[in-house]
């Protein structure tokens, strides 16, 4: 146990349960506040925190050397197709367990978050669930399909139609799934559609008996939005203010906010979706198809095709009134626009105050995300607004071109992307969604391996965008997730074997590594890795939980 000196590292030890040994703490003044509407719980939120920072607030593993993880160390926990996209911690119960919450889309699942034994099931779905078994099998079926296709690569298709043909019909049965939240009473909030009607509800689940870990999960509550107004959306992205109301956003860029005890309803249309623009059954292919940020000063931050908006909630209503604090800018869209949650960085009454986000191009922007200070002169024939932008890219592994679906990670005025683009991409699957999952599973094959990720720093005394480093290793399909003992925690590849890589955040040196093995069980497919002092874990291509221990006498 390390020796705690820092105010700030004693409350977040308070705060999480844990004492944090870090090496540095020179973004301790710089950390987003903690939002006590969600769960105190490591990960009560898609992005970790309502921010969507992705910050871990206490130290990752540690290790000396690198090497290979035993079978003993890694353990597989199904939970069904595209119900593990995002699954999320509670706060301790009175008994100190946490519970796992996972589903959205045949099912809702409580783990003991120790063990990952199932608790108890609450079934979403007429029909058959899909059993662990079946996941297993799926997996098998896939790692046969991808050994058959590294002999002869004109079978990589097969794979391919494998996996989007299983996986893209479950997300759309839980559309809305991926961003929900665990609230401070241990309660999950998701949102479900109703694939008959059209009907989009915020669902509540929650113990039997309140405080009693065992208990059985049941529906508490449900709140119905206007079924006139979003028979023909899907939901998209849901997230809490500082003052307790659910925000949440559909595909077709309808924002509403819900009160917390689901009696008021405020609601406004961004811009840019007026007359119905942006509506569509794909997946992610509507006027807004990424999450949303928030900040403890009411900004909501929602990037769509083509604009990144600072939506306001005054407190009462929500507002893109410029008196109010909104602002709207726009920015290069590309085709499909940003494929980036905006994440707020900068925190503090002595600190710069920014959002970054990438547009749909492949630039870096950086935006004032309050008042834009009174000296600041701009960037020539940008919007004043923009505060930076640079070419994101990943050194001599940078693609012609290319499109980045994972969002930014922060700590401090820093933040990262790993490349998941490859120089040769899969052929075109004939619809977004499709792709999508195409090349997520291509990093598989030697055709198409992925290298690089790319920190870049705001430098407050230059007032400058910066690159800090860039890697050359191997990090997609991922979010990374950096931790405050100033380490980066990614899922990569090295060869054939899926791995995990450990990068010094501040000078992005490789620290050491972990091979966990040559499976399709290892690939994140774009979900954030997770860490806690004890085991690293992530999502299997949204169906199963991966737990790593890298300690050799850890006991399970």
Same mark, same amino acid.
């Given at each position: 146990?390390?020796?705690?000196?820092?105010?700030?590292?004693? &409350?977040? #030890?308070?705060?999480?349960?844990?004492?944090?040994? *870090? %090496?540095?703490?020179?973004? =301790? @003044?710089?950390?987003?506040? !903690?939002?006590?509407?969600?769960?105190?719980?490591?990960?009560?939120?898609?992005?970790?925190?309502?921010?969507?920072?992705?910050?871990?607030?206490?130290?990752?593993?540690?290790?000396?050397?690198?090497?290979?993880?035993?079978?003993?160390?890694?353990?597989?926990?199904?939970?069904?197709?595209?119900?593990?996209?995002?699954? &999320?911690? #509670?706060?301790?119960?009175?008994?100190?367990?946490? *519970? %796992?919450?996972?589903?959205? =889309? @045949?099912?809702?699942?409580? !783990?003991?978050?120790?063990?990952?034994?199932?608790?108890?099931?609450?079934?979403?779905?007429?029909?058959?669930?899909?059993?662990?078994?079946?996941?297993?099998?799926?997996?098998?079926?896939?790692?046969?399909?991808?050994?058959?296709?590294?002999?002869?690569?004109?079978?990589?298709?097969?794979?391919?139609?494998?996996?989007?043909?299983?996986?893209?019909?479950?997300?759309?049965?839980?559309?809305?799934?991926?961003?929900?939240?665990?609230?401070?009473?241990?309660? !999950?909030?998701?949102?479900?559609?109703?694939?008959?009607?059209?009907?989009?509800?915020?669902?509540?689940?929650?113990?039997?008996?309140?405080?009693?870990?065992?208990?059985?999960?049941?529906?508490?509550?449900?709140?119905?939005?206007?079924?006139?107004?979003?028979?023909?959306?899907?939901?998209?992205?849901?997230?809490?203010?500082?003052?307790?109301?659910?925000?949440?956003?559909?595909?077709?860029?309808?924002?509403?906010?819900?009160?917390?005890?689901?009696?008021? !309803?405020?609601?406004?249309?961004?811009?840019?979706?007026?007359?119905?623009?942006?509506?569509?059954?794909?997946?992610?292919?509507?006027?807004?198809?990424?999450?949303?940020?928030?900040?403890?000063?009411?900004?909501?931050?929602?990037?769509?095709?083509?604009?990144?908006?600072?939506?306001?909630?005054?407190?009462?209503?929500?507002?893109?009134?410029?008196?109010?604090?909104?602002?709207?800018?726009?920015?290069?869209?590309?085709?499909?626009?940003?494929?980036?949650?905006?994440?707020?960085?900068?925190?503090?009454?002595?600190?710069?105050?920014?959002?970054?986000?990438?547009?749909?191009?492949?630039?870096?922007?950086?935006?004032?995300?309050?008042?834009?200070?009174?000296?600041?002169?701009?960037?020539?024939?940008?919007?004043?607004?923009?505060?930076?932008?640079?070419?994101?890219?990943?050194?001599?592994?940078?693609?012609?071109?290319?499109?980045?679906?994972?969002?930014?990670?922060?700590?401090?005025?820093?933040?990262?992307?790993?490349?998941?683009?490859?120089?040769?991409?899969?052929?075109?699957?004939?619809?977004?969604?499709?792709?999508?999952?195409?090349?997520?599973?291509?990093?598989?094959?030697?055709?198409?391996?992925?290298?690089?990720?790319?920190?870049?720093?705001?430098?407050?005394?230059?007032?400058?965008?910066?690159?800090?480093?860039?890697?050359?290793?191997?990090?997609?399909?991922?979010?990374?997730?950096?931790?405050?003992?100033?380490?980066?925690?990614?899922?990569?590849?090295?060869?054939?074997?899926?791995?995990?890589?450990?990068?010094?955040?501040?000078?992005?040196?490789?620290?050491?590594?972990?091979?966990?093995?040559?499976?399709?069980?290892?690939?994140?497919?774009?979900?954030?890795?997770?860490?806690?002092?004890?085991?690293?874990?992530?999502?299997?291509?949204?169906?199963?939980?991966?737990?790593?221990?890298?300690?050799?006498?850890?006991?399970?």
């Amino acid at each position: 146990m390390c020796e705690v000196k820092n105010n700030v590292k004693f &409350l977040l #030890s308070q705060v999480f349960g844990i004492f944090i040994c *870090a %090496i540095s703490y020179t973004n =301790a @003044d710089n950390l987003p506040p !903690l939002n006590m509407y969600l769960a105190d719980s490591p990960y009560p939120i898609a992005h970790v925190d309502a921010t969507a920072s992705g910050l871990a607030r206490w130290s990752g593993p540690v290790a000396e050397r690198s090497r290979t993880l035993d079978d003993n160390e890694i353990i597989f926990k199904p939970v069904g197709f595209a119900d593990g996209f995002s699954y &999320l911690y #509670s706060g301790h119960y009175p008994n100190g367990r946490r *519970a %796992i919450f996972a589903g959205g =889309a @045949d099912r809702i699942t409580k !783990l003991d978050a120790d063990t990952l034994r199932t608790i108890s099931t609450y079934v979403l779905r007429e029909g058959p669930l899909y059993s662990e078994m079946q996941v297993e099998n799926f997996f098998d079926d896939v790692d046969k399909l991808i050994f058959e296709a590294r002999e002869d690569h004109t079978k990589a298709q097969n794979v391919y139609e494998r996996i989007y043909d299983t996986m893209i019909p479950a997300l759309k049965k839980g559309a809305g799934s991926i961003y929900k939240f665990v609230n401070n009473e241990n309660e !999950l909030y998701i949102c479900i559609r109703d694939p008959l009607t059209g009907q989009i509800s915020i669902k509540v689940f929650g113990d039997s008996e309140a405080g009693n870990f065992y208990s059985p999960i049941v529906l508490k509550r449900s709140f119905d939005f206007p079924l006139d107004k979003v028979s023909d959306s899907l939901p998209m992205a849901m997230n809490v203010t500082y003052d307790g109301w659910i925000i949440a956003v559909m595909n077709d860029g309808q924002v509403f906010a819900v009160s917390p005890d689901f009696k008021k !309803l405020d609601y406004l249309l961004l811009p840019e979706a007026q007359g119905g623009a942006g509506k569509s059954d794909q997946w992610m292919g509507g006027t807004v198809r990424n999450s949303i940020a928030i900040d403890d000063d009411g900004g909501i931050y929602i990037v769509s095709r083509v604009f990144l908006h600072r939506v306001q909630w005054t407190g009462s209503r929500l507002s893109l009134d410029t008196a109010d604090g909104a602002w709207s800018v726009a920015y290069e869209s590309g085709e499909n626009g940003s494929g980036t949650t905006p994440t707020p960085i900068g925190w503090g009454k002595s600190n710069d105050l920014l959002v970054a986000m990438l547009d749909g191009v492949g630039n870096v922007n950086i935006y004032w995300r309050d008042v834009i200070p009174e000296d600041w002169e701009g960037i020539p024939g940008q919007p004043r607004r923009l505060a930076g932008t640079l070419p994101l890219t990943f050194g001599e592994n940078t693609p012609d071109s290319f499109r980045i679906e994972s969002s930014p990670v922060a700590l401090g005025y820093g933040f990262f992307w790993p490349n998941d683009t490859a120089k040769n991409q899969p052929s075109w699957q004939g619809s977004f969604d499709k792709q999508l999952f195409a090349n997520y599973t291509a990093t598989t094959f030697k055709e198409h391996a992925v290298f690089g990720g790319a920190k870049y720093e705001w430098n407050p005394e230059r007032r400058e965008l910066e690159v800090g480093w860039i890697t050359p290793l191997s990090l997609a399909p991922t979010i990374c997730t950096p931790s405050i003992n100033n380490l980066l925690y990614c899922i990569g590849r090295r060869e054939n074997f899926a791995s995990v890589e450990v990068i010094n955040w501040q000078t992005g040196k490789s620290e050491f590594h972990y091979l966990i093995g040559d499976s399709y069980r290892y690939n994140p497919a774009a979900c954030n890795t997770r860490v806690t002092e004890e085991y690293i874990e992530v999502s299997s291509v949204g169906s199963a939980i991966l737990r790593l221990y890298p300690q050799k006498n850890f006991k399970k």
